[in-house]
């Protein structure tokens, strides 16, 4: 196996609708920061986007969106490898090679496979990607050797069926694949929802008020922010046990970089129509620069492309070497 000089970093992020707060604090601005200390490779996972009912335009379409998306929000071709998964046919090939040494049994557990399945209730309806998407995700991230995968809480568990799944090959074929590790971030990992704190923000939610995309409109983010719900007390501290206004002095922190007393004494004897109009400001202010340079990205197609094919070439020179150790390990080569 190749020797690198960093730890090698793998993570995905589905093109089912545009990049909102919730993506851009729990994962792509982490990715971001820690793009000088690891040595990184980072996808949008279109292969994933089908496992649920799907429209081929809106799916290129937002391919191409989550992609521009990615450099707006300060990924750097020359730091970090980007690319898109389905431009890297190895992805695919692997995933059916897992299949064969991975046991039903341990993906009729997830907790995720569960819960879309039980929304989706008609299971003539549910597909076979939809049970196996963890194999694939097992597939992408074993295939560039990564050492760690950032992820949140609620991924953690595909992360550990990944390790499962490689160290089951590993027994059966021999020494073939890296095992990764987890990479947790606890404190910002889960925005939650602007009018229901007790879920998650969310892109495949409906509800209009719920979720802030990082390409919403200036008025859109402040009327968003301004409907937000808080709770009946008058103090704006850093509580949990008050989700509404936590989840907001969250957001705060986060895009300002300020301390919780700092925020806290800054507020102290004011409402939360001051908090939440400057709030609001900062949000639109924060937002600013990404929604620059995601419209001159998707202005310019040309200059799209060229990044996703420099970047699935670099992703392939990678991947096609350990695919063709796995081949050799299972008797394919």
């Not at 898109?84 to 299949?99: D, F, G, K, R």
């Not at 983010?221 to 007390?233: I, M």
């Not at 004897?269 to 937002?287: A, H, M, P, T």
């Amino acid at each position: 196996m190749a020797i690198a000089t960093k730890l090698r970093t793998f993570s995905g992020i589905q093109p089912s609708g545009a990049l909102h707060l919730g993506n851009y604090l729990g994962a792509v601005k982490r990715w971001v920061d820690m793009q000088d200390q690891f040595d990184n490779i980072y996808c949008v996972v279109d292969l994933h986007a089908m496992t649920l009912p799907f429209d081929a335009d809106a799916l290129r379409e937002r391919q191409r969106g989550m992609f521009a998306a990615l450099f707006a929000a300060g990924l750097d071709a020359e730091r970090s490898i980007v690319f898109v998964q389905s431009h890297v046919p190895a992805h695919a090939e692997l995933a059916w090679i897992l299949n064969c040494v991975t046991p039903l049994g341990w993906l009729e557990r997830m907790t995720q496979f569960k819960d879309k399945s039980q929304r989706q209730g008609d299971r003539e309806r549910i597909s076979a990607g939809l049970l196996d998407y963890p194999v694939l995700m097992a597939a992408d991230i074993l295939l560039y050797d990564a050492n760690v995968v950032p992820v949140g809480e609620d991924q953690k568990q595909h992360v550990e069926l990944c390790r499962d799944i490689a160290q089951r090959f590993n027994h059966l074929f021999g020494e073939t694949f890296v095992v990764p590790e987890p990479l947790i971030q606890a404190e910002g990992a889960r925005i939650m929802g602007l009018d229901d704190p007790t879920r998650k923000m969310s892109k495949s939610d409906d509800a209009p008020n719920r979720t802030l995309y990082l390409d919403d409109s200036p008025d859109v983010l402040r009327r968003k922010v301004g409907r937000a719900t808080t709770d009946s007390q008058r103090e704006i501290r850093f509580d949990p046990s008050r989700p509404g206004i936590f989840n907001l002095l969250t957001i705060y922190q986060l895009l300002s970089g300020e301390t919780p007393a700092a925020i806290e004494a800054r507020y102290e004897g004011k409402g939360y129509r001051d908090f939440k109009r400057d709030l609001g400001e900062l949000v639109v202010e924060s937002f600013a620069p990404f929604q620059r340079r995601y419209q001159e990205l998707l202005a310019e197609p040309e200059q799209l492309d060229a990044l996703m094919a420099r970047g699935a070439e670099r992703a392939r020179a990678i991947a096609d070497p350990v695919l063709a150790r796995v081949k050799k390990a299972v008797g394919l080569a």
